[in-house]
């Protein structure tokens, strides 16, 4: 089973449209994040949630809003979709604590034409 | 805030030589030291990790790091590299809570590349 799953792999759109990435993880973690890496393969932190509770909103332009509904999901909304934001987006999961490393999903690999 | 350096864009070794990924970190407070591998068009996977005790660190994939506080390294080491190792690494730091500065933060990344 995979422990940390996000749908779709791979998402084409044009510039304006809105667009979700779903996350999900079964491994009974209580953080989530969501990562942005770009093409030089830099990778930045976008959001993490605690229990459901957004705990880490770094620079993000207000277009992007994540939702956790419980602790195992938490899904990316992305509206007004720019050329900037193709990318790869990884959704993380960990155990609460500074000492636990974080599980990623595959990638969603976004692109806006 | 907490910063991990990754020196080098590529490392390029020989099968079967020893394979070593540089790391260096800035963290206040004691580091949470962190190696992941990322294959292409995948997620990141977990090598291994620091927390704390014994500075020789024994993860996945026959890999192994070393913590030097004095030098606030943290290099990746492997004593013979195998083609399938050739992936991207990154270095990650994060530090206690008590001083704000639990995020999770990634070097640029090493591309390892493992010549047969």
């Known amino acids: 089973d995979t422990a940390v799953s996000q749908t779709p792999k791979y998402l084409v759109t044009q510039m304006g449209n809105d667009k979700s990435i779903k996350c999900e993880q079964n491994?009974?973690?209580?953080?989530m994040y969501w990562y942005k890496q770009d093409s030089k393969k830099f990778l930045k932190i976008m959001f993490s949630y605690n229990n459901k509770e957004l705990i880490i909103n770094e620079t993000v332009p207000n277009r992007f809003s994540p939702k956790s509904p419980d602790k195992a999901h938490l899904n990316l909304h992305i509206n007004s979709l720019e050329l900037g934001d193709s990318a790869v987006y990884f959704c993380?999961?960990?155990?609460?604590?500074?000492?636990?490393?974080?599980?990623f999903g595959q990638g969603t690999r976004l692109t806006v034409v | 805030a907490q910063s991990v350096a990754q020196p080098e864009d590529q490392v390029n070794v020989a099968e079967g030589n020893p394979l070593t990924v540089k790391c260096t970190y800035s963290?206040?407070?004691?580091?949470?030291l962190f190696w992941y591998v990322q294959y292409p068009n995948r997620g990141l996977q977990f090598l291994l990790k620091?927390?704390?005790?014994?500075?020789l660190v024994k993860g996945s994939y026959g890999f192994e790091a070393e913590f030097n506080k004095s030098q606030t390294s943290f290099h990746l080491k492997k004593p013979s590299a195998l083609v399938s190792d050739s992936a991207l690494y990154f270095c990650a730091v994060r530090g206690s809570a008590s001083y704000g500065n639990n995020r999770l933060a990634f070097g640029k990344g090493n591309q390892v590349v493992v010549i047969p």
């Open positions: 491994l009974g973690h209580d953080t």
């Open positions: 620091y927390i704390t005790g014994d500075n």
């Open positions: 993380a999961s960990s155990q609460q604590g500074a000492f636990s490393e974080a599980f």
């Open positions: 963290v206040s407070g004691n580091p949470y």
